[in-house]
């Protein structure tokens, strides 16, 4: 299927508006582009460009994996349908190391693959945008999940706030409301890892490995298990924390605006 500029919305007032824009503070971050079609690939490289990100290209999924490694890119903007290895593939094979669990992802999808969107979601993508789509809509969706993520990481302070929900780092105490919750090392430990990356999936591996140890022999069923005594300790979570299929859980993002 051949896709004209047109059709992912190149048009030349379009092009000329996004020239004009000024440097915004999302520059130099690094950004790859894992994309098959050789014209969607050069038309987003050239827009995020033109906004001075700097970008990285692979035109396959394994090459796309190569290049996380290589060039440790900020965020990456991933077509689903591609030859060999698809974007789900590859989405999931990052979101299971340890190093990449949290790297931003930004699926590009077709319309009629709108269940594999669901999928590419629960797969860990972070948002997704339907072709044939405006470069510049996809740049927004760029700068937005940028800012969203430099906002939870900025939140290293001594105390996570969610809803009524507060935990203490400092004083390594959970409160809802004024009320204090009594929770183990591992649900605490749970608890303060979900909110550190809110919106994020986070694998049982992930998990696992940040808060029982690289050295713990037991089973990934440990996560599942502590999740559940979590939730019966703030029932507000119940519904907060989302199983993510076959993966693993996020904590529902209530200050996002992607
Ligand atoms: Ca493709």
Redesign the pocket.
């Known amino acids: 299927m051949h896709t004209t500029a047109f059709e992912v919305g190149l048009t030349p007032s379009l092009l000329l508006r996004t020239l004009e824009h000024p440097m915004s503070a999302t520059s130099h971050k690094k950004i790859l582009i894992v994309?098959?079609?050789q014209d969607i690939l050069q038309l987003v490289k050239l827009y995020l460009e033109k906004e001075g990100f700097r970008t990285v290209t692979a035109m396959t999924g394994s090459e796309g994996l190569k290049q996380v490694k290589a060039e440790n890119p900020d965020l990456i903007v991933l077509?689903?349908?591609?030859p060999e290895m698809d974007g789900l593939e590859v989405c999931k094979r990052l979101r299971s190391i340890p190093e990449t669990a949290l790297l931003p992802i930004i699926m590009l999808t077709a319309k009629a693959e709108e269940s594999d969107t669901v999928i590419g979601l629960e797969l860990g993508a972070d948002d997704y945008v339907t072709k044939p789509f405006s470069p510049k809509a996809l740049v927004a969706r760029v700068k937005a999940l940028l800012r969203r993520l430099e906002r939870s990481s900025n939140n290293s302070a001594s105390h996570y706030r969610y809803g009524p929900i507060t935990l203490d780092l400092t004083r390594h105490e959970v409160s809802l409301g004024k009320q204090e919750v009594s929770l183990t090392a591992k649900e605490f430990g749970l608890l303060e890892h979900l909110l550190r990356h809110p919106g994020r999936v986070l694998t049982r591996d992930v998990l696992l490995n940040a808060i029982w140890g690289y050295d713990y022999y037991g089973t990934t069923r440990t996560v599942d298990v502590h999740i559940r005594r979590l939730k019966q300790k703030l029932p507000l979570l119940e519904e907060a924390i989302v199983s993510v299929k076959s993966l693993g859980y996020k904590l529902k993002d209530v200050t996002g605006d992607a």
């Open positions: 994309e098959d079609e077509d689903l349908m591609l």
